[in-house]
């Protein structure tokens, strides 16, 4: 099948395992664990994990699933996929624990190494962002209404301040200062690594970092969105983002910006 063909039935997937997050997270009753990665997993983690790695299994019974909960596949064996599906049950897991409500079920189709699909999913606003190469990158809001979306583009010459998208448990200074400090800078708070790359997706934030560990579906999802919406996901190089060619899973720190044509390699400071 192409995935035009079956875009809404992983949205609905993503909904259906949103769905169980936020009655998990409304109840306030889940379980707590801490990986050995030092990273916490909940119950509501587990829960939706299992509902999207079963309707996917359903739905597409020859792709390979990637998930965060079940990642420990050495690249020996993935490496020959050509199509995976890289998953996030609960990205957020965080603000999750810590209740802001920030937080999303992700779910990518990647082919060739690149994203092609991706779908993010709000839990609690019920708003979900998705794209597929090509197709253009789109919001669609609880009541069914959809609207395209599209990244603010900037030109040289706009001296309008920069938007920047941070965490609410971020220290703003953090990420200001990674930034060239001629360039007025304005925040956008919100947590969700995903739920942050969707606000540059969409135009109400110019640019988000990322500093720190994330594994490749907290990007995968995103980075079709934020392409298909007019912006770029690259590491602080400015280098594109890889995926399944490396046997680590994990990300260099990164940057999510909605108008790759300004001069980023100026803007920004920080290049480690």
């Not at 490496?79 to 996030?88: A, E, F, K, N, S």
């Not at 082919?111 to 190469?133: F, I, L, W």
């Not at 941070?166 to 220290?171: F, K």
Request: charged share 25%.
């Amino acid at each position: 099948m192409k995935p035009e063909n079956y875009i809404d039935q992983v949205i609905n997937i993503a909904i259906e395992a949103g769905e169980k997050i936020r009655e998990i997270y409304q109840k306030g009753e889940f379980e707590r664990e801490t990986k050995p990665d030092n990273t916490p997993v909940t119950s509501a983690d587990i829960a939706a994990h299992n509902i999207i790695v079963n309707a996917l299994n359903v739905l597409t019974p020859e792709i390979p699933v990637l998930s965060e909960e079940d990642a420990n596949i050495a690249l020996s064996e993935r490496g020959d996929w050509q199509r995976y599906w890289l998953v996030d049950p609960l990205d957020g897991t965080g603000e999750f624990i810590a209740g802001s409500g920030d937080f999303s079920v992700i779910i990518a189709l990647v082919e060739q190494n690149r994203p092609t699909v991706g779908v993010v999913y709000a839990p609690m606003t019920q708003v979900c962002y998705y794209a597929m190469t090509g197709s253009g990158a789109y919001k669609r809001a609880r009541n069914g209404s959809e609207v395209r979306i599209r990244s603010r583009q900037i030109t040289a010459g706009d001296h309008s301040p920069l938007r920047l998208a941070v965490s609410r448990r971020q220290d703003p200074q953090s990420v200001i200062k990674l930034f060239n400090q001629n360039k007025h800078c304005e925040l956008v708070v919100l947590g969700g690594a995903a739920l942050k790359s969707c606000l540059v997706a969409e135009g109400r934030a110019d640019s988000y970092v990322r500093i720190g560990p994330t594994g490749e579906w907290d990007t995968g999802a995103a980075q079709v969105i934020v392409e298909e919406a007019g912006g770029k996901i690259m590491d602080l190089a400015l280098a594109p983002l890889s995926y399944n060619e490396r046997e680590s899973l994990e990300n260099p720190n990164f940057i999510v910006v909605g108008s790759p044509n300004l001069a980023w390699n100026e803007i920004l400071t920080a290049k480690c």
